[in-house]
C-alpha cells in the first residue's frame, strides 16, 4: 500500500507540469471566452438600441438574455474540456509507453521495484482517473466563478441567473460529468475507471506480445464494449421490460467489476509472466 | 547462489538459449562470455524476471524470484535505468524512497570516486558517464549479488578503467557479481569463474585461477580455442 501511494505521487508529479498547464489554460480561455461572449452580447444591445429599440423587454425578447446556460454550450467553453479530456485520453497510453520507448529504458527500474507489479498498473491508472476527477472538480469552482462574472460584466436586466443545476442541465457534456443521481455517478465513473484498466490491458497485451498482442487486446477491448453496449441495448429497447431501472444498474455494476477484475488478473499475468523490456 | 537451470528461450523462431545451466556463487565474479547475440543479456534479464521463458528455472539462495528478492540482487544493464530528465540526486531520492536497501553514504562515496555532481541532469550526461550513474544506482544498494550487463560498452578508457577499479574495491567485496562483457581484457585478471556461451548453449565453466595453474592458460586463450578453433 505504501509504495502504491508513493508510485501514484510518483507519476502524479512526473505529468504535473502539463497538468497544471492544462489547468490553467482551461481557466485562462474559458474565462477569456466570458468576457469575449459578454462583450458580443453587449454590442448586440447596443446595435438593438442604435436601431431605435430602447425598450429592455423588447431587446430581451429580440436577442435574448445572457448567461451560464447559454455559454456553457459555446466552444469557448467545450473547447478547453475536450482538449484536456483528449490530452488525458491520449496519456493513459502514453503513461506507459513513456517507460518503454526510445532511449528510456525506466521500465526496467519499476519492473525491479521491490513491490507487487501491479501496484505499477494501479498507480497509473490511479493517477489519470485523480486527474480527470482534479479537472471535474475545477470545472465545477470555473462554473460558481464564470456565473459571477457575467453577473459582474453584465448590466441586471440583460443577466440570466442560473443556479448550478440549470447550468449542468442546460449542458449534455455537464451532465455527463456531473450526475445528479449518486447511483448513476458511480456507475458512471467505474466505467471510467474500467475503461482506463481495459486501455492498460491493450498495452500490456501489445508489450507482451507486440503486434500480436495489439490484436488480442483490441479484441478483449472490443468484447468488454460489447457487452456494456448489449447491456445499453437491451435498456434503450425494452428488451429486459420486466427488470427495474435498479436491476438493469445492478446488472451494469456487476458487469463492471467482472470485467475490472478480469482486466486487472490478466494485467497481473501479464505482468509478471510475459512482459518484455 | 544464483542457479541457472536448463534456461530456454525463443525469439520468433530463433533459438536464443538452448538449455543453458549454470552457477554464479556470492563472493565471486562469473564473467558470461559469448559472441553478439549469445543470450548473455537475456541471461540477465531473464534472472531479474524482465523478460519471459519457454523453460527453465532461476534460484537465487534457492529461492525462486519474488518482490522481496530486489533487495538482494541488483541489475546493472548497459542503459540508464532512470528517466533522463532527472537529476542524479532525484534519481537517489527514488531509490532511497522504494529501496530498504539503498545505502546513501556509499552512493555519495560513489558519486565522489567517480567525479559525479548529484546536480547534474541524467539526460545531459557523456554515456561513459551515464553508465557510471548506472554503476552507482547499482552499487549503492546493499544486495548480495549484482548483474552487469556490458559495462564498459562503447566508452573511453579512462571511464573503463575507473568501473574496472570498483571491481577490486570493497564496493563489491563478498557480492556475487555476474557479468557480460566483450571487453575481456579490462577485467580479465579479475574474473574468478568464466562461463562460454555459444549457439545458447554453455560450450565451457570453469575457475579463471584453476585454468591458469593447471593449464597455463588465459580466459582469453580459453576464448580462442573456443571462438577460434
Known amino acids: 500500500m505504501k509504495n502504491f501511494v508513493k508510485l501514484v505521487r510518483f507519476e502524479f508529479n512526473r505529468f504535473a507540469p502539463i497538468y497544471a498547464t492544462l489547468a490553467v489554460l482551461t481557466a485562462l480561455i474559458q474565462l477569456i471566452g466570458v468576457f469575449v461572449t459578454t462583450n458580443g452580447y453587449l454590442r448586440s444591445v447596443s446595435e438593438q438600441k442604435q436601431s431605435g429599440i430602447v425598450n429592455d423587454s423588447?431587446?430581451?425578447?429580440?436577442?435574448?438574455?445572457?448567461?451560464?446556460?447559454?455559454?456553457?454550450?459555446?466552444?469557448?467553453?467545450?473547447?478547453?474540456?475536450?482538449?484536456?479530456?483528449?490530452?488525458?485520453?491520449?496519456?493513459?497510453v502514453f503513461i506507459w509507453y513513456r517507460d518503454w520507448l526510445g532511449k528510456n529504458t525506466f521500465i526496467y527500474r519499476l519492473l525491479m521495484l521491490p513491490t507487487q507489479r501491479l501496484n505499477i498498473l494501479f498507480s497509473k491508472v490511479t493517477t489519470i482517473f485523480l486527474m480527470v476527477i482534479g479537472l471535474i472538480a475545477l470545472q465545477l469552482v470555473l462554473l460558481y466563478i464564470e456565473n459571477s462574472l457575467f453577473q459582474m460584466l453584465l448590466p441586471t436586466a440583460y443577466f440570466n441567473y442560473s443556479n448550478l443545476n440549470q447550468m449542468i442541465q442546460s449542458s449534455y457534456y455537464l451532465m455527463m460529468f456531473y450526475p445528479t443521481s449518486g447511483l448513476v455517478f458511480?456507475?458512471?465513473?467505474?466505467?471510467?475507471?474500467?475503461?482506463?484498466?481495459?486501455?492498460?490491458?491493450?498495452?500490456?497485451?501489445?508489450?507482451?506480445?507486440?503486434?500480436?498482442?495489439?490484436?488480442?487486446?483490441v479484441a478483449y477491448a472490443t468484447f468488454v464494449q460489447l457487452i456494456f453496449s448489449a447491456v445499453y441495448f437491451m435498456q434503450f429497447y425494452n428488451v429486459m421490460l420486466?427488470?427495474?431501472?435498479?436491476?438493469?444498474?445492478?446488472?451494469?455494476?456487476?458487469?463492471?467489476?467482472?470485467?475490472?477484475?478480469l482486466s486487472i488478473w490478466i494485467s497481473h499475468r501479464l505482468l509478471n509472466k510475459k512482459v518484455t523490456v | 547462489m544464483?542457479?541457472?537451470?536448463?534456461?530456454?528461450?525463443?525469439?520468433?523462431?530463433?533459438?536464443?538459449?538452448?538449455?543453458?545451466?549454470?552457477?554464479?556463487?556470492?563472493?565471486?565474479?562469473?564473467?558470461?562470455?559469448?559472441?553478439?547475440?549469445?543470450?548473455k543479456t537475456t541471461i540477465?534479464?531473464?534472472?531479474?524476471?524482465?523478460?519471459?521463458?519457454?523453460?527453465?528455472?532461476?534460484?537465487?539462495?534457492?529461492?525462486?524470484?519474488?518482490?522481496?528478492?530486489?533487495?538482494?540482487?541488483?541489475?546493472?544493464?548497459?542503459?540508464?535505468?532512470?528517466?533522463?530528465?532527472?537529476?542524479?540526486?532525484?534519481?537517489?531520492?527514488?531509490?532511497?524512497?522504494?529501496?530498504?536497501s539503498w545505502n546513501q553514504e556509499r552512493a555519495t562515496e560513489l558519486l565522489n570516486f567517480f567525479k559525479l555532481s548529484s546536480r547534474d541532469k541524467i539526460s545531459q550526461l557523456s554515456k561513459g558517464n551515464t553508465m557510471k550513474?548506472?554503476?552507482?544506482?547499482?552499487?549503492?544498494?546493499?544486495?548480495?549479488?549484482?548483474?552487469?550487463?556490458?559495462?564498459?560498452?562503447?566508452?573511453?578508457?579512462?571511464?573503463?578503467?575507473?568501473?574496472?577499479?570498483?571491481?577490486?574495491s570493497n564496493l563489491v567485496e563478498n557480492?556475487?557479481?555476474?557479468?557480460?562483457t566483450h571487453e575481456i581484457s579490462d577485467i580479465e585478471h579479475l574474473i574468478d569463474k568464466a562461463v562460454l556461451?555459444?549457439?545458447?548453449?554453455?560450450?565451457?565453466?570453469?575457475?579463471?585461477?584453476?585454468?591458469?595453474?593447471?593449464?597455463g592458460k588465459s580466459v582469453v586463450d580459453v576464448m580462442r580455442e573456443v571462438y577460434q578453433p
Open chain 2, 197 to 215: 556461451i555459444e549457439n545458447g548453449k554453455v560450450v565451457t565453466e570453469f575457475n579463471a585461477e584453476e585454468m591458469r595453474e593447471e593449464s
Open chain 2, 133 to 168: 550513474v548506472n554503476m552507482v544506482l547499482g552499487l549503492a544498494l546493499d544486495v548480495d549479488y549484482l548483474l552487469m550487463d556490458e559495462p564498459f560498452s562503447g566508452i573511453d578508457i579512462f571511464s573503463r578503467e575507473q568501473i574496472a577499479s570498483v571491481f577490486t
Open chain 1, 186 to 217: 458511480i456507475s458512471r465513473y467505474s466505467k471510467g475507471l474500467l475503461g482506463l484498466l481495459v486501455v492498460s490491458t491493450v498495452v500490456l497485451f501489445e508489450r507482451s506480445y507486440k503486434i500480436k498482442g495489439l490484436i488480442i487486446g
Open chain 1, 58 to 92: 423588447e431587446i430581451i425578447a429580440n436577442i435574448g438574455k445572457m448567461g451560464m446556460t447559454d455559454f456553457v454550450n459555446s466552444l469557448w467553453f467545450l473547447g478547453p474540456i475536450m482538449f484536456c479530456g483528449a490530452v488525458l485520453m491520449l496519456y493513459s
Open chain 2, 175 to 180: 557480492r556475487g557479481v555476474l557479468i557480460t
Open chain 2, 44 to 100: 540477465l534479464k531473464a534472472i531479474m524476471n524482465l523478460t519471459p521463458l519457454e523453460k527453465g528455472e532461476i534460484f537465487i539462495d534457492g529461492k525462486a524470484l519474488d518482490r522481496e528478492t530486489y533487495e538482494t540482487i541488483a541489475f546493472i544493464p548497459d542503459a540508464i535505468t532512470m528517466m533522463p530528465s532527472m537529476t542524479i540526486q532525484g534519481a537517489m531520492e527514488f531509490m532511497a524512497e522504494f529501496y530498504i
Open chain 1, 242 to 261: 420486466y427488470l427495474f431501472a435498479s436491476e438493469i444498474f445492478l446488472i451494469s455494476l456487476v458487469l463492471t467489476v467482472v470485467a475490472s477484475t
Open chain 2, 2 to 39: 544464483i542457479e541457472v537451470r536448463q534456461l530456454e528461450k525463443k525469439y520468433k523462431r530463433k533459438k536464443v538459449l538452448n538449455g543453458i545451466s549454470f552457477t554464479a556463487n556470492k563472493g565471486e565474479i562469473t564473467c558470461l562470455i559469448g559472441t553478439n547475440g549469445s543470450g
